[in-house]
């Protein structure tokens, strides 16, 4: 397997196996043995099964005891920290319905936990297709070697699908999401060398909220029982269908209810919630937007900090490939459930663009997660309604907050910039602490220290309208190649 220096090399989870991440596409060491008997099963279920994605692959090599498959790179790679509750769910569902497809002819998975599973919009694919082996092959496994109480198909979910998905979607069921997600994070698979505890759970969730800790563990106990019945039934009669379906029902009973947050109904509370077609209840910021955003040559959109996304699903709709964030878990949950009903093409994530998710290693070594910066971006960015919450609410340097707004940008910023003089920050000051601290460290916070630093770094600007009119939008086209910034920019 050749490696270029742009290529990101991510630590394999096996013996002998190797994941080679490039440009636009991912070459795949794998076992030899259980990938000859189960391609033709996969190349079955992928002609007639499309409740089950799987990525595409294409043998390039073979030796004696391997083969590499080249498969199609994702557009977006995103980690299971960064999902909404929704998208946990859908993950978990496929390996229900992917083991259910694989069981009956006496296949299984030898991994199943979440980052098995990438999002292409708002479909979960599943990428580790290596995980699929003949049953047989899982008494080889050293990882299952001291789990004989169990049968090893069972031990196999016991082991990742439990801590990795079913605890999890208790969390997010009981209102602790971020817990959720900041124990993915913390506990991501062989990170570190051992799983996470209900101990851990409870030392990120603040007092005032372990009353739906304790929700969360009631929950998670009767799904062990469950779990636990459904592993003798399989021990007992052998059917690893029945297995799968059983699983599955305990997958349902942790479906999420849609959260709301004092975020979730922002552009119903603004009078913006109008479809995507112009007309005359449009403002300035709307209207001025689908006309940026509509030029050929944005392909990918990134919106930072999309709220439930309406600016989102305009680009979607202008057939653009979207990649939408926020911090607030609920507006994403809603976002993932408008654009899967509307079948838009966006991968809607959780993220705080003051945190930045960095690389994560291997408890050995080697890269497992990629830093967000290396896999957020898009041709054009969008960073709507930010800034002043980053400026004069969370206090970062104006010249700071612009270069983060601006470095996944590959061709065009569009940047809205919201004067002292608005409204939100007269009526709001709650929403701006640092600004209400100290009003005069904000002197500099102007249009004018805006346009010049970003001159500073390399972009083109013109001002544009926004809506009321104390904002702008500050259209920013790249002055020089995203190639040939110097390191620092
Ligand atoms: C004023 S709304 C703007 C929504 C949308 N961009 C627009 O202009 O219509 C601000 C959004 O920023 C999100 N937000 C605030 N701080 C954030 C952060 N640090 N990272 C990501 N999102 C953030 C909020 O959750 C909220 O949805």
């Not at 900041?182 to 007092?207: C, E, F, G, K």
């Amino acid at each position: 397997m050749k490696i270029s220096s742009v290529d990101i090399e991510i630590a394999a989870g096996e013996p002998g196996g190797r994941l080679i991440i490039a440009a636009d596409h991912v070459l795949r060491r794998i076992d030899r043995t259980p990938w000859r008997e189960v391609e033709p099963l996969l190349a079955h279920i992928v002609t007639t099964d499309h409740s089950i994605s799987l990525v595409g692959w294409q043998q390039v090599s073979a030796d004696a005891e391997s083969v590499t498959l080249r498969h199609p790179r994702l557009r977006q790679i995103a980690y299971p920290h960064e999902w909404c509750a929704e998208m946990l769910l859908e993950a978990a569902r496929l390996h229900c319905r992917l083991l259910a497809a694989i069981a009956p002819c006496g296949f299984t998975l030898k991994d199943a936990h979440p980052w098995n599973v990438l999002f292409d919009g708002i479909r979960p694919v599943f990428v580790d297709i290596g995980s699929v082996v003949p049953v047989g092959t899982l008494s080889k496994l050293d990882y299952l070697r001291y789990r004989p109480r169990r049968p090893l198909a069972a031990a196999v979910f016991h082991l990742m699908f439990l801590p990795f998905f079913v605890c999890p979607l208790a969390f997010h069921q009981a209102g602790l999401g971020n817990t959720a997600r900041q124990v993915l994070w913390a506990y991501a698979l062989n990170s570190t060398h051992r799983l996470p505890r209900l101990t851990d759970y409870l030392s990120m969730v603040p007092p005032r909220h372990w009353h739906r800790f304790a929700r969360a563990v009631l929950t998670m106990r009767q799904a062990n029982r469950k779990f636990n019945k459904v592993a003798a039934a399989l021990a007992r009669d052998g059917s690893l269908s029945q297995f799968a379906a059983g699983l599955s029902s305990i997958v349902e009973s942790l479906a999420p209810l849609p959260a709301s947050s004092a975020y979730t109904s922002y552009y119903a509370a603004k009078g913006e919630e109008h479809d995507f077609d112009i007309t005359e209840s449009w403002n300035a910021k709307q209207i001025n937007v689908k006309s940026l955003l509509a030029i050929p040559e944005i392909v990918t959109v990134l919106d930072i900090a999309c709220n439930t996304g309406w600016y989102a699903r305009l680009a979607a709709r202008l057939g653009k490939r979207v990649t939408a964030v926020d911090v607030d878990a609920a507006c994403i949950g809603a976002l993932y459930r408008t654009a899967t009903d509307e079948s838009e093409d966006i991968v809607p994530l959780v993220a705080n663009i003051l945190a930045p998710s960095p690389a994560r290693h291997h408890y050995n070594g080697g890269l497992l997660l990629i830093d967000s910066s290396q896999r957020l971006g898009g041709d054009a960015v969008l960073a709507l309604g930010i800034l002043h919450h980053l400026v004069l609410g969370s206090g970062m340097a104006l010249r700071d907050a612009l270069r983060r707004l601006a470095a996944p940008a590959k061709r065009l910023l569009i940047v809205e910039f919201v004067a002292l003089e608005d409204s939100v920050v007269v009526d709001e000051p709650g929403f701006f602490a640092a600004f209400s601290r100290n009003r005069e460290d904000f002197a500099g916070y102007s249009l004018q220290e805006a346009c010049a630093a970003l001159d500073v770094n390399h972009w083109d600007v013109k001002l544009m309208p926004s809506y009321p009119s104390t904002r702008t939008l500050l259209v920013c086209s790249r002055r020089v190649p995203i190639a040939r910034l110097p390191a620092n920019s």
